[in-house]
């Protein structure tokens, strides 16, 4: 049976301690190299050797202060902390590979687009057009604080916020520079056409930008723009901008249903089904055999903290865990509030949830779905996962580095290329292109159009349409 190659983007940060949490404890665990170019180099090399279209960089701004109402136990277990730049690690990575594409976690809601947009052409240059960008709003009061505010716009207004800074970035990127600006004619001593470079000029609610873009167009010229909001103003906002969405719901029937949400709203925008690749997060334990691999979760297990990854989601879900009994029902904890939705993703349908049965779900450090088995178990499960929850490709979460990648390279992709669910070989191009084999830019479908320089257009301000 004929398949179409699944996505797999290896899922990790520029931290200690990212999803799985804990296990910087293990013997063979290098992620406290975190801070050496050779840890990324390394990694590099060895994801593309298993030919994984990406390196999907997480990040964060501010602290999980919520358990305990301190940031103790993040300290202590490393909790996303101390965490460092992801974009600075990019260009190292580029330098020792040739195919492998980077999405960087970037949050939007305190930067300025003019300097963001030169970033990311930046590494878009440097990378030769294999960068990604992961577009997040925040979620963390602490970020807003360290950032002189007393605490975050409301969920829906950052969103209205995103949608005009994506505006004025899509100025920039596409609008400022023609394709033929950039001429390198010694000869006439015309390295940039001024006829062909314009000012962006916007005047909107939260951004006034007046001037050039300071990079010249780069091989994509707007990054491949990765989105995880889950909620229905997130889903609309990534409708409209999104080319991959980032799942992390461990069921396959609610990830089903909601991929059908996001791409009914795919529609809605004027765009295509397929314009949007869904992407969900899976942590596999492999072994050679299922035995093996049993065995080896129950190693990994030892060194995971559950208390580590409670205080990761207290953050995360606004509930100070550490006040509960592993005998308190959580959904009796709260009614009536937005909290209760939260603990109903947690319990699954579960009515007499408790601490208990959250922390044991945490064993491995960590919610996302875990898989655990030889090769053919593993793909097989992230099979179902395609047919059964009509997800493109995942992130591939860590857990023992670079071990966890390793035996998935060595053991796992073999499988899934016997299976057509694997490419034997890269193709050339860009990122944009290797993930949807249309080109580097993005289609004419996309919003980004209506920003996109031509020649009789009279300025770079068409009528914004926000959702």
């Known amino acids: ?75 202590r277990e490393s909790v996303q ?20 594409g980077f999405g960087v976690t970037v949050n939007l809601s305190y930067e300025q687009p003019y300097l963001l947009a030169r970033r990311f052409s930046t590494l878009d240059h440097l990378t030769r057009g294999r960068v990604g960008w992961n577009i997040v709003t925040g979620y963390l009061d602490s970020a807003a604080r360290a950032m002189g505010q007393p605490q975050q716009l409301a969920h829906d207004e950052r969103y209205d916020r995103a949608d005009e800074f994506l505006d004025v970035l899509y100025q920039l990127w596409e609008g400022s520079w023609a394709d033929d600006a950039v001429r390198r004619d010694r000869t006439q001593r015309i390295f940039a056409d001024p006829r062909r470079v314009r000012p962006v000029q916007h005047h909107g609610r939260y951004f006034d930008v007046e001037g050039y873009h300071l990079a010249e167009p780069s091989p994509q010229r707007t990054p491949v723009l990765f989105q995880a909001g889950s909620s229905g103003r997130g889903l609309r906002f990534a409708a409209r901008h999104a080319e991959c969405v980032f799942m992390a719901i461990q069921d396959k029937a609610a990830t089903a249903a909601l991929v059908r949400q996001l791409r009914e709203e795919v529609v809605r925008a004027g765009r295509q089904p397929g314009d949007v690749k869904v992407l969900v997060g899976i942590t596999p334990v492999v072994g050679r055999t299922p035995r093996d691999a049993e065995e080896k979760y129950r ?80 793909a097989g499960e992230l099979q179902s996962w395609v047919d059964e929850a009509g997800v493109d490709g995942f992130n591939i979460a860590r857990t023992v580095v670079p071990e966890s990648f390793t035996d998935f390279i060595d053991l796992v992709v073999p499988e899934l290329q016997s299976r057509g669910l694997h490419k034997r070989a890269y193709e050339g191009g860009t990122l944009r292109h290797k993930l949807f084999g249309q080109g580097d830019r993005l289609p004419a479908r996309h919003p980004v159009d209506g920003w ?15 959702p």
Not at 82 to 90: E, G, Q, R, S
Request: glycine share 8%; hydrophobic share 40%; with cysteine.
């Open 299 to 378: 190693e990994y297990c030892r060194h995971a903290s559950p208390e580590a990854a409670l205080a990761h989601l207290a953050a995360t879900a606004g509930i100070d865990f550490s006040a509960y009994q592993r005998d308190t029902p959580l959904l009796a904890q709260h009614k009536s509030n937005g909290i209760e939705n939260s603990i109903r993703r947690l319990a699954g349908g579960r009515e007499h949830y408790t601490l208990g049965n959250l922390l044991d779900e945490l064993a491995l450090g960590g919610r996302y779905a875990t898989v655990v088995g030889d090769a053919g178990q593993i």
């Open 1 to 75: 049976m004929s398949r179409t190659p699944i996505i797999l983007n290896a899922f990790n940060m520029n931290s200690v301690g990212h999803i799985n949490h804990g296990l910087w404890t293990h013997p063979r665990d290098q992620s406290s190299h975190y801070h050496t170019l050779e840890y990324w180099t390394d990694l590099a090399r060895e994801l593309e050797r298993g030919l994984f279209d990406g390196l999907f960089i997480a990040d964060i701004v501010g602290v999980y202060d919520t358990y305990g109402q301190s940031a103790e136990v993040t300290l």
């Open 452 to 466: 996109r320089f031509r020649a009789a257009a009279p300025s770079l301000q068409p009528e914004a349409v926000h």
């Open 81 to 100: 902390l101390p965490i460092n730049d992801p974009t600075l690690v990019v260009p190292a990575m580029a330098a020792v590979t040739q195919y492998l």
